[in-house]
């Protein structure tokens, strides 16, 4: 079964740290991009950032560019999130996503949740 | 950023309707343009990729089509299982841009 965790959410005050992880199975994990997506509480949407196969290239969307580090270990199929500098607007479901074709994304994780105080 | 512009924000229809949502891109673009349903608490579900193309094991009664900058999902006759928040995305140029979301509701 094809299949995506993730996990390491909680509970964060401002300006600390927290690193998401995502468990892929189920597939060749090192033939696919992958995506993050975020969706606050309330809210639509928001992507985060992606990963190239072999983690070559990575993009960011503007608001999280210079404090979150999108990376994966192919080795291990697993695709990790580091978020620093955490703001309360970052308070969401994080969820992991395969890119498939045209860059759709055709399989998501249950999403982990990461609350930031203030 | 492209940015996508989803109408309607709420939809009521009932049960055999036929619905559609559109979303508006800022910039023209080639078919990068994906459909997306979320139920409460789930995460979304691919349902058109490439604009036109349904995703494997979703209903025939959805459908994608496209004018200029403007992307329409059809669901051609309404069941209960569809009354849910769906979300457009372009995926031609990153960051990758969702449309604020259309939720269904039913009547």
């Known amino acids: 079964e094809v299949q995506l965790v993730e996990s390491g959410g909680g509970l964060v005050q401002s300006g600390g740290s927290l690193r998401l992880s995502c468990a892929a199975s189920g597939f060749t994990f090192s033939s696919y991009w992958m995506t993050w997506v975020r969706q606050a509480p309330g809210k639509g949407l928001e992507w985060v950032a992606n990963?190239?196969?072999?983690?070559?290239?990575?993009y960011y969307v503007d608001s999280v560019k210079g404090r979150f580090t999108i990376s994966r270990d192919n080795a291990k199929n697993s695709l990790y999130l580091q978020m620093n500098s955490l703001r309360a607007e970052d308070t969401a479901v994080y969820y992991c996503?395969?890119?498939?074709?045209?860059?759709?994304?055709?399989?998501w994780g249950q999403g982990t949740t990461v609350t930031v105080s203030s | 950023d492209i940015q996508m512009t989803q109408s309607p924000s709420s939809l009521s229809a009932s049960v055999g309707d036929r619905v559609t949502i559109t979303c508006r891109a800022s910039q023209n673009f080639s078919s990068y343009l994906n459909w997306y349903q979320q139920k409460p608490g789930k995460a979304p579900n691919l349902l058109i990729y490439?604009?036109?193309s349904l995703q494997s094991g979703v209903p025939s009664r959805f459908s994608g089509s496209r004018s200029g900058t403007d992307f329409t999902l059809t669901i051609s006759s309404l069941q209960p299982e569809d009354f849910a928040t769906y979300y457009c995305q372009q995926s031609y140029s990153s960051p990758y841009t969702f449309g604020q979301g259309t939720k269904l509701e039913i009547k």
């Open positions: 490439a604009a036109f």
């Open positions: 996503a395969r890119d498939w074709g045209w860059a759709s994304l055709d399989v």
């Open positions: 990963i190239k196969q072999e983690g070559s290239e990575k």
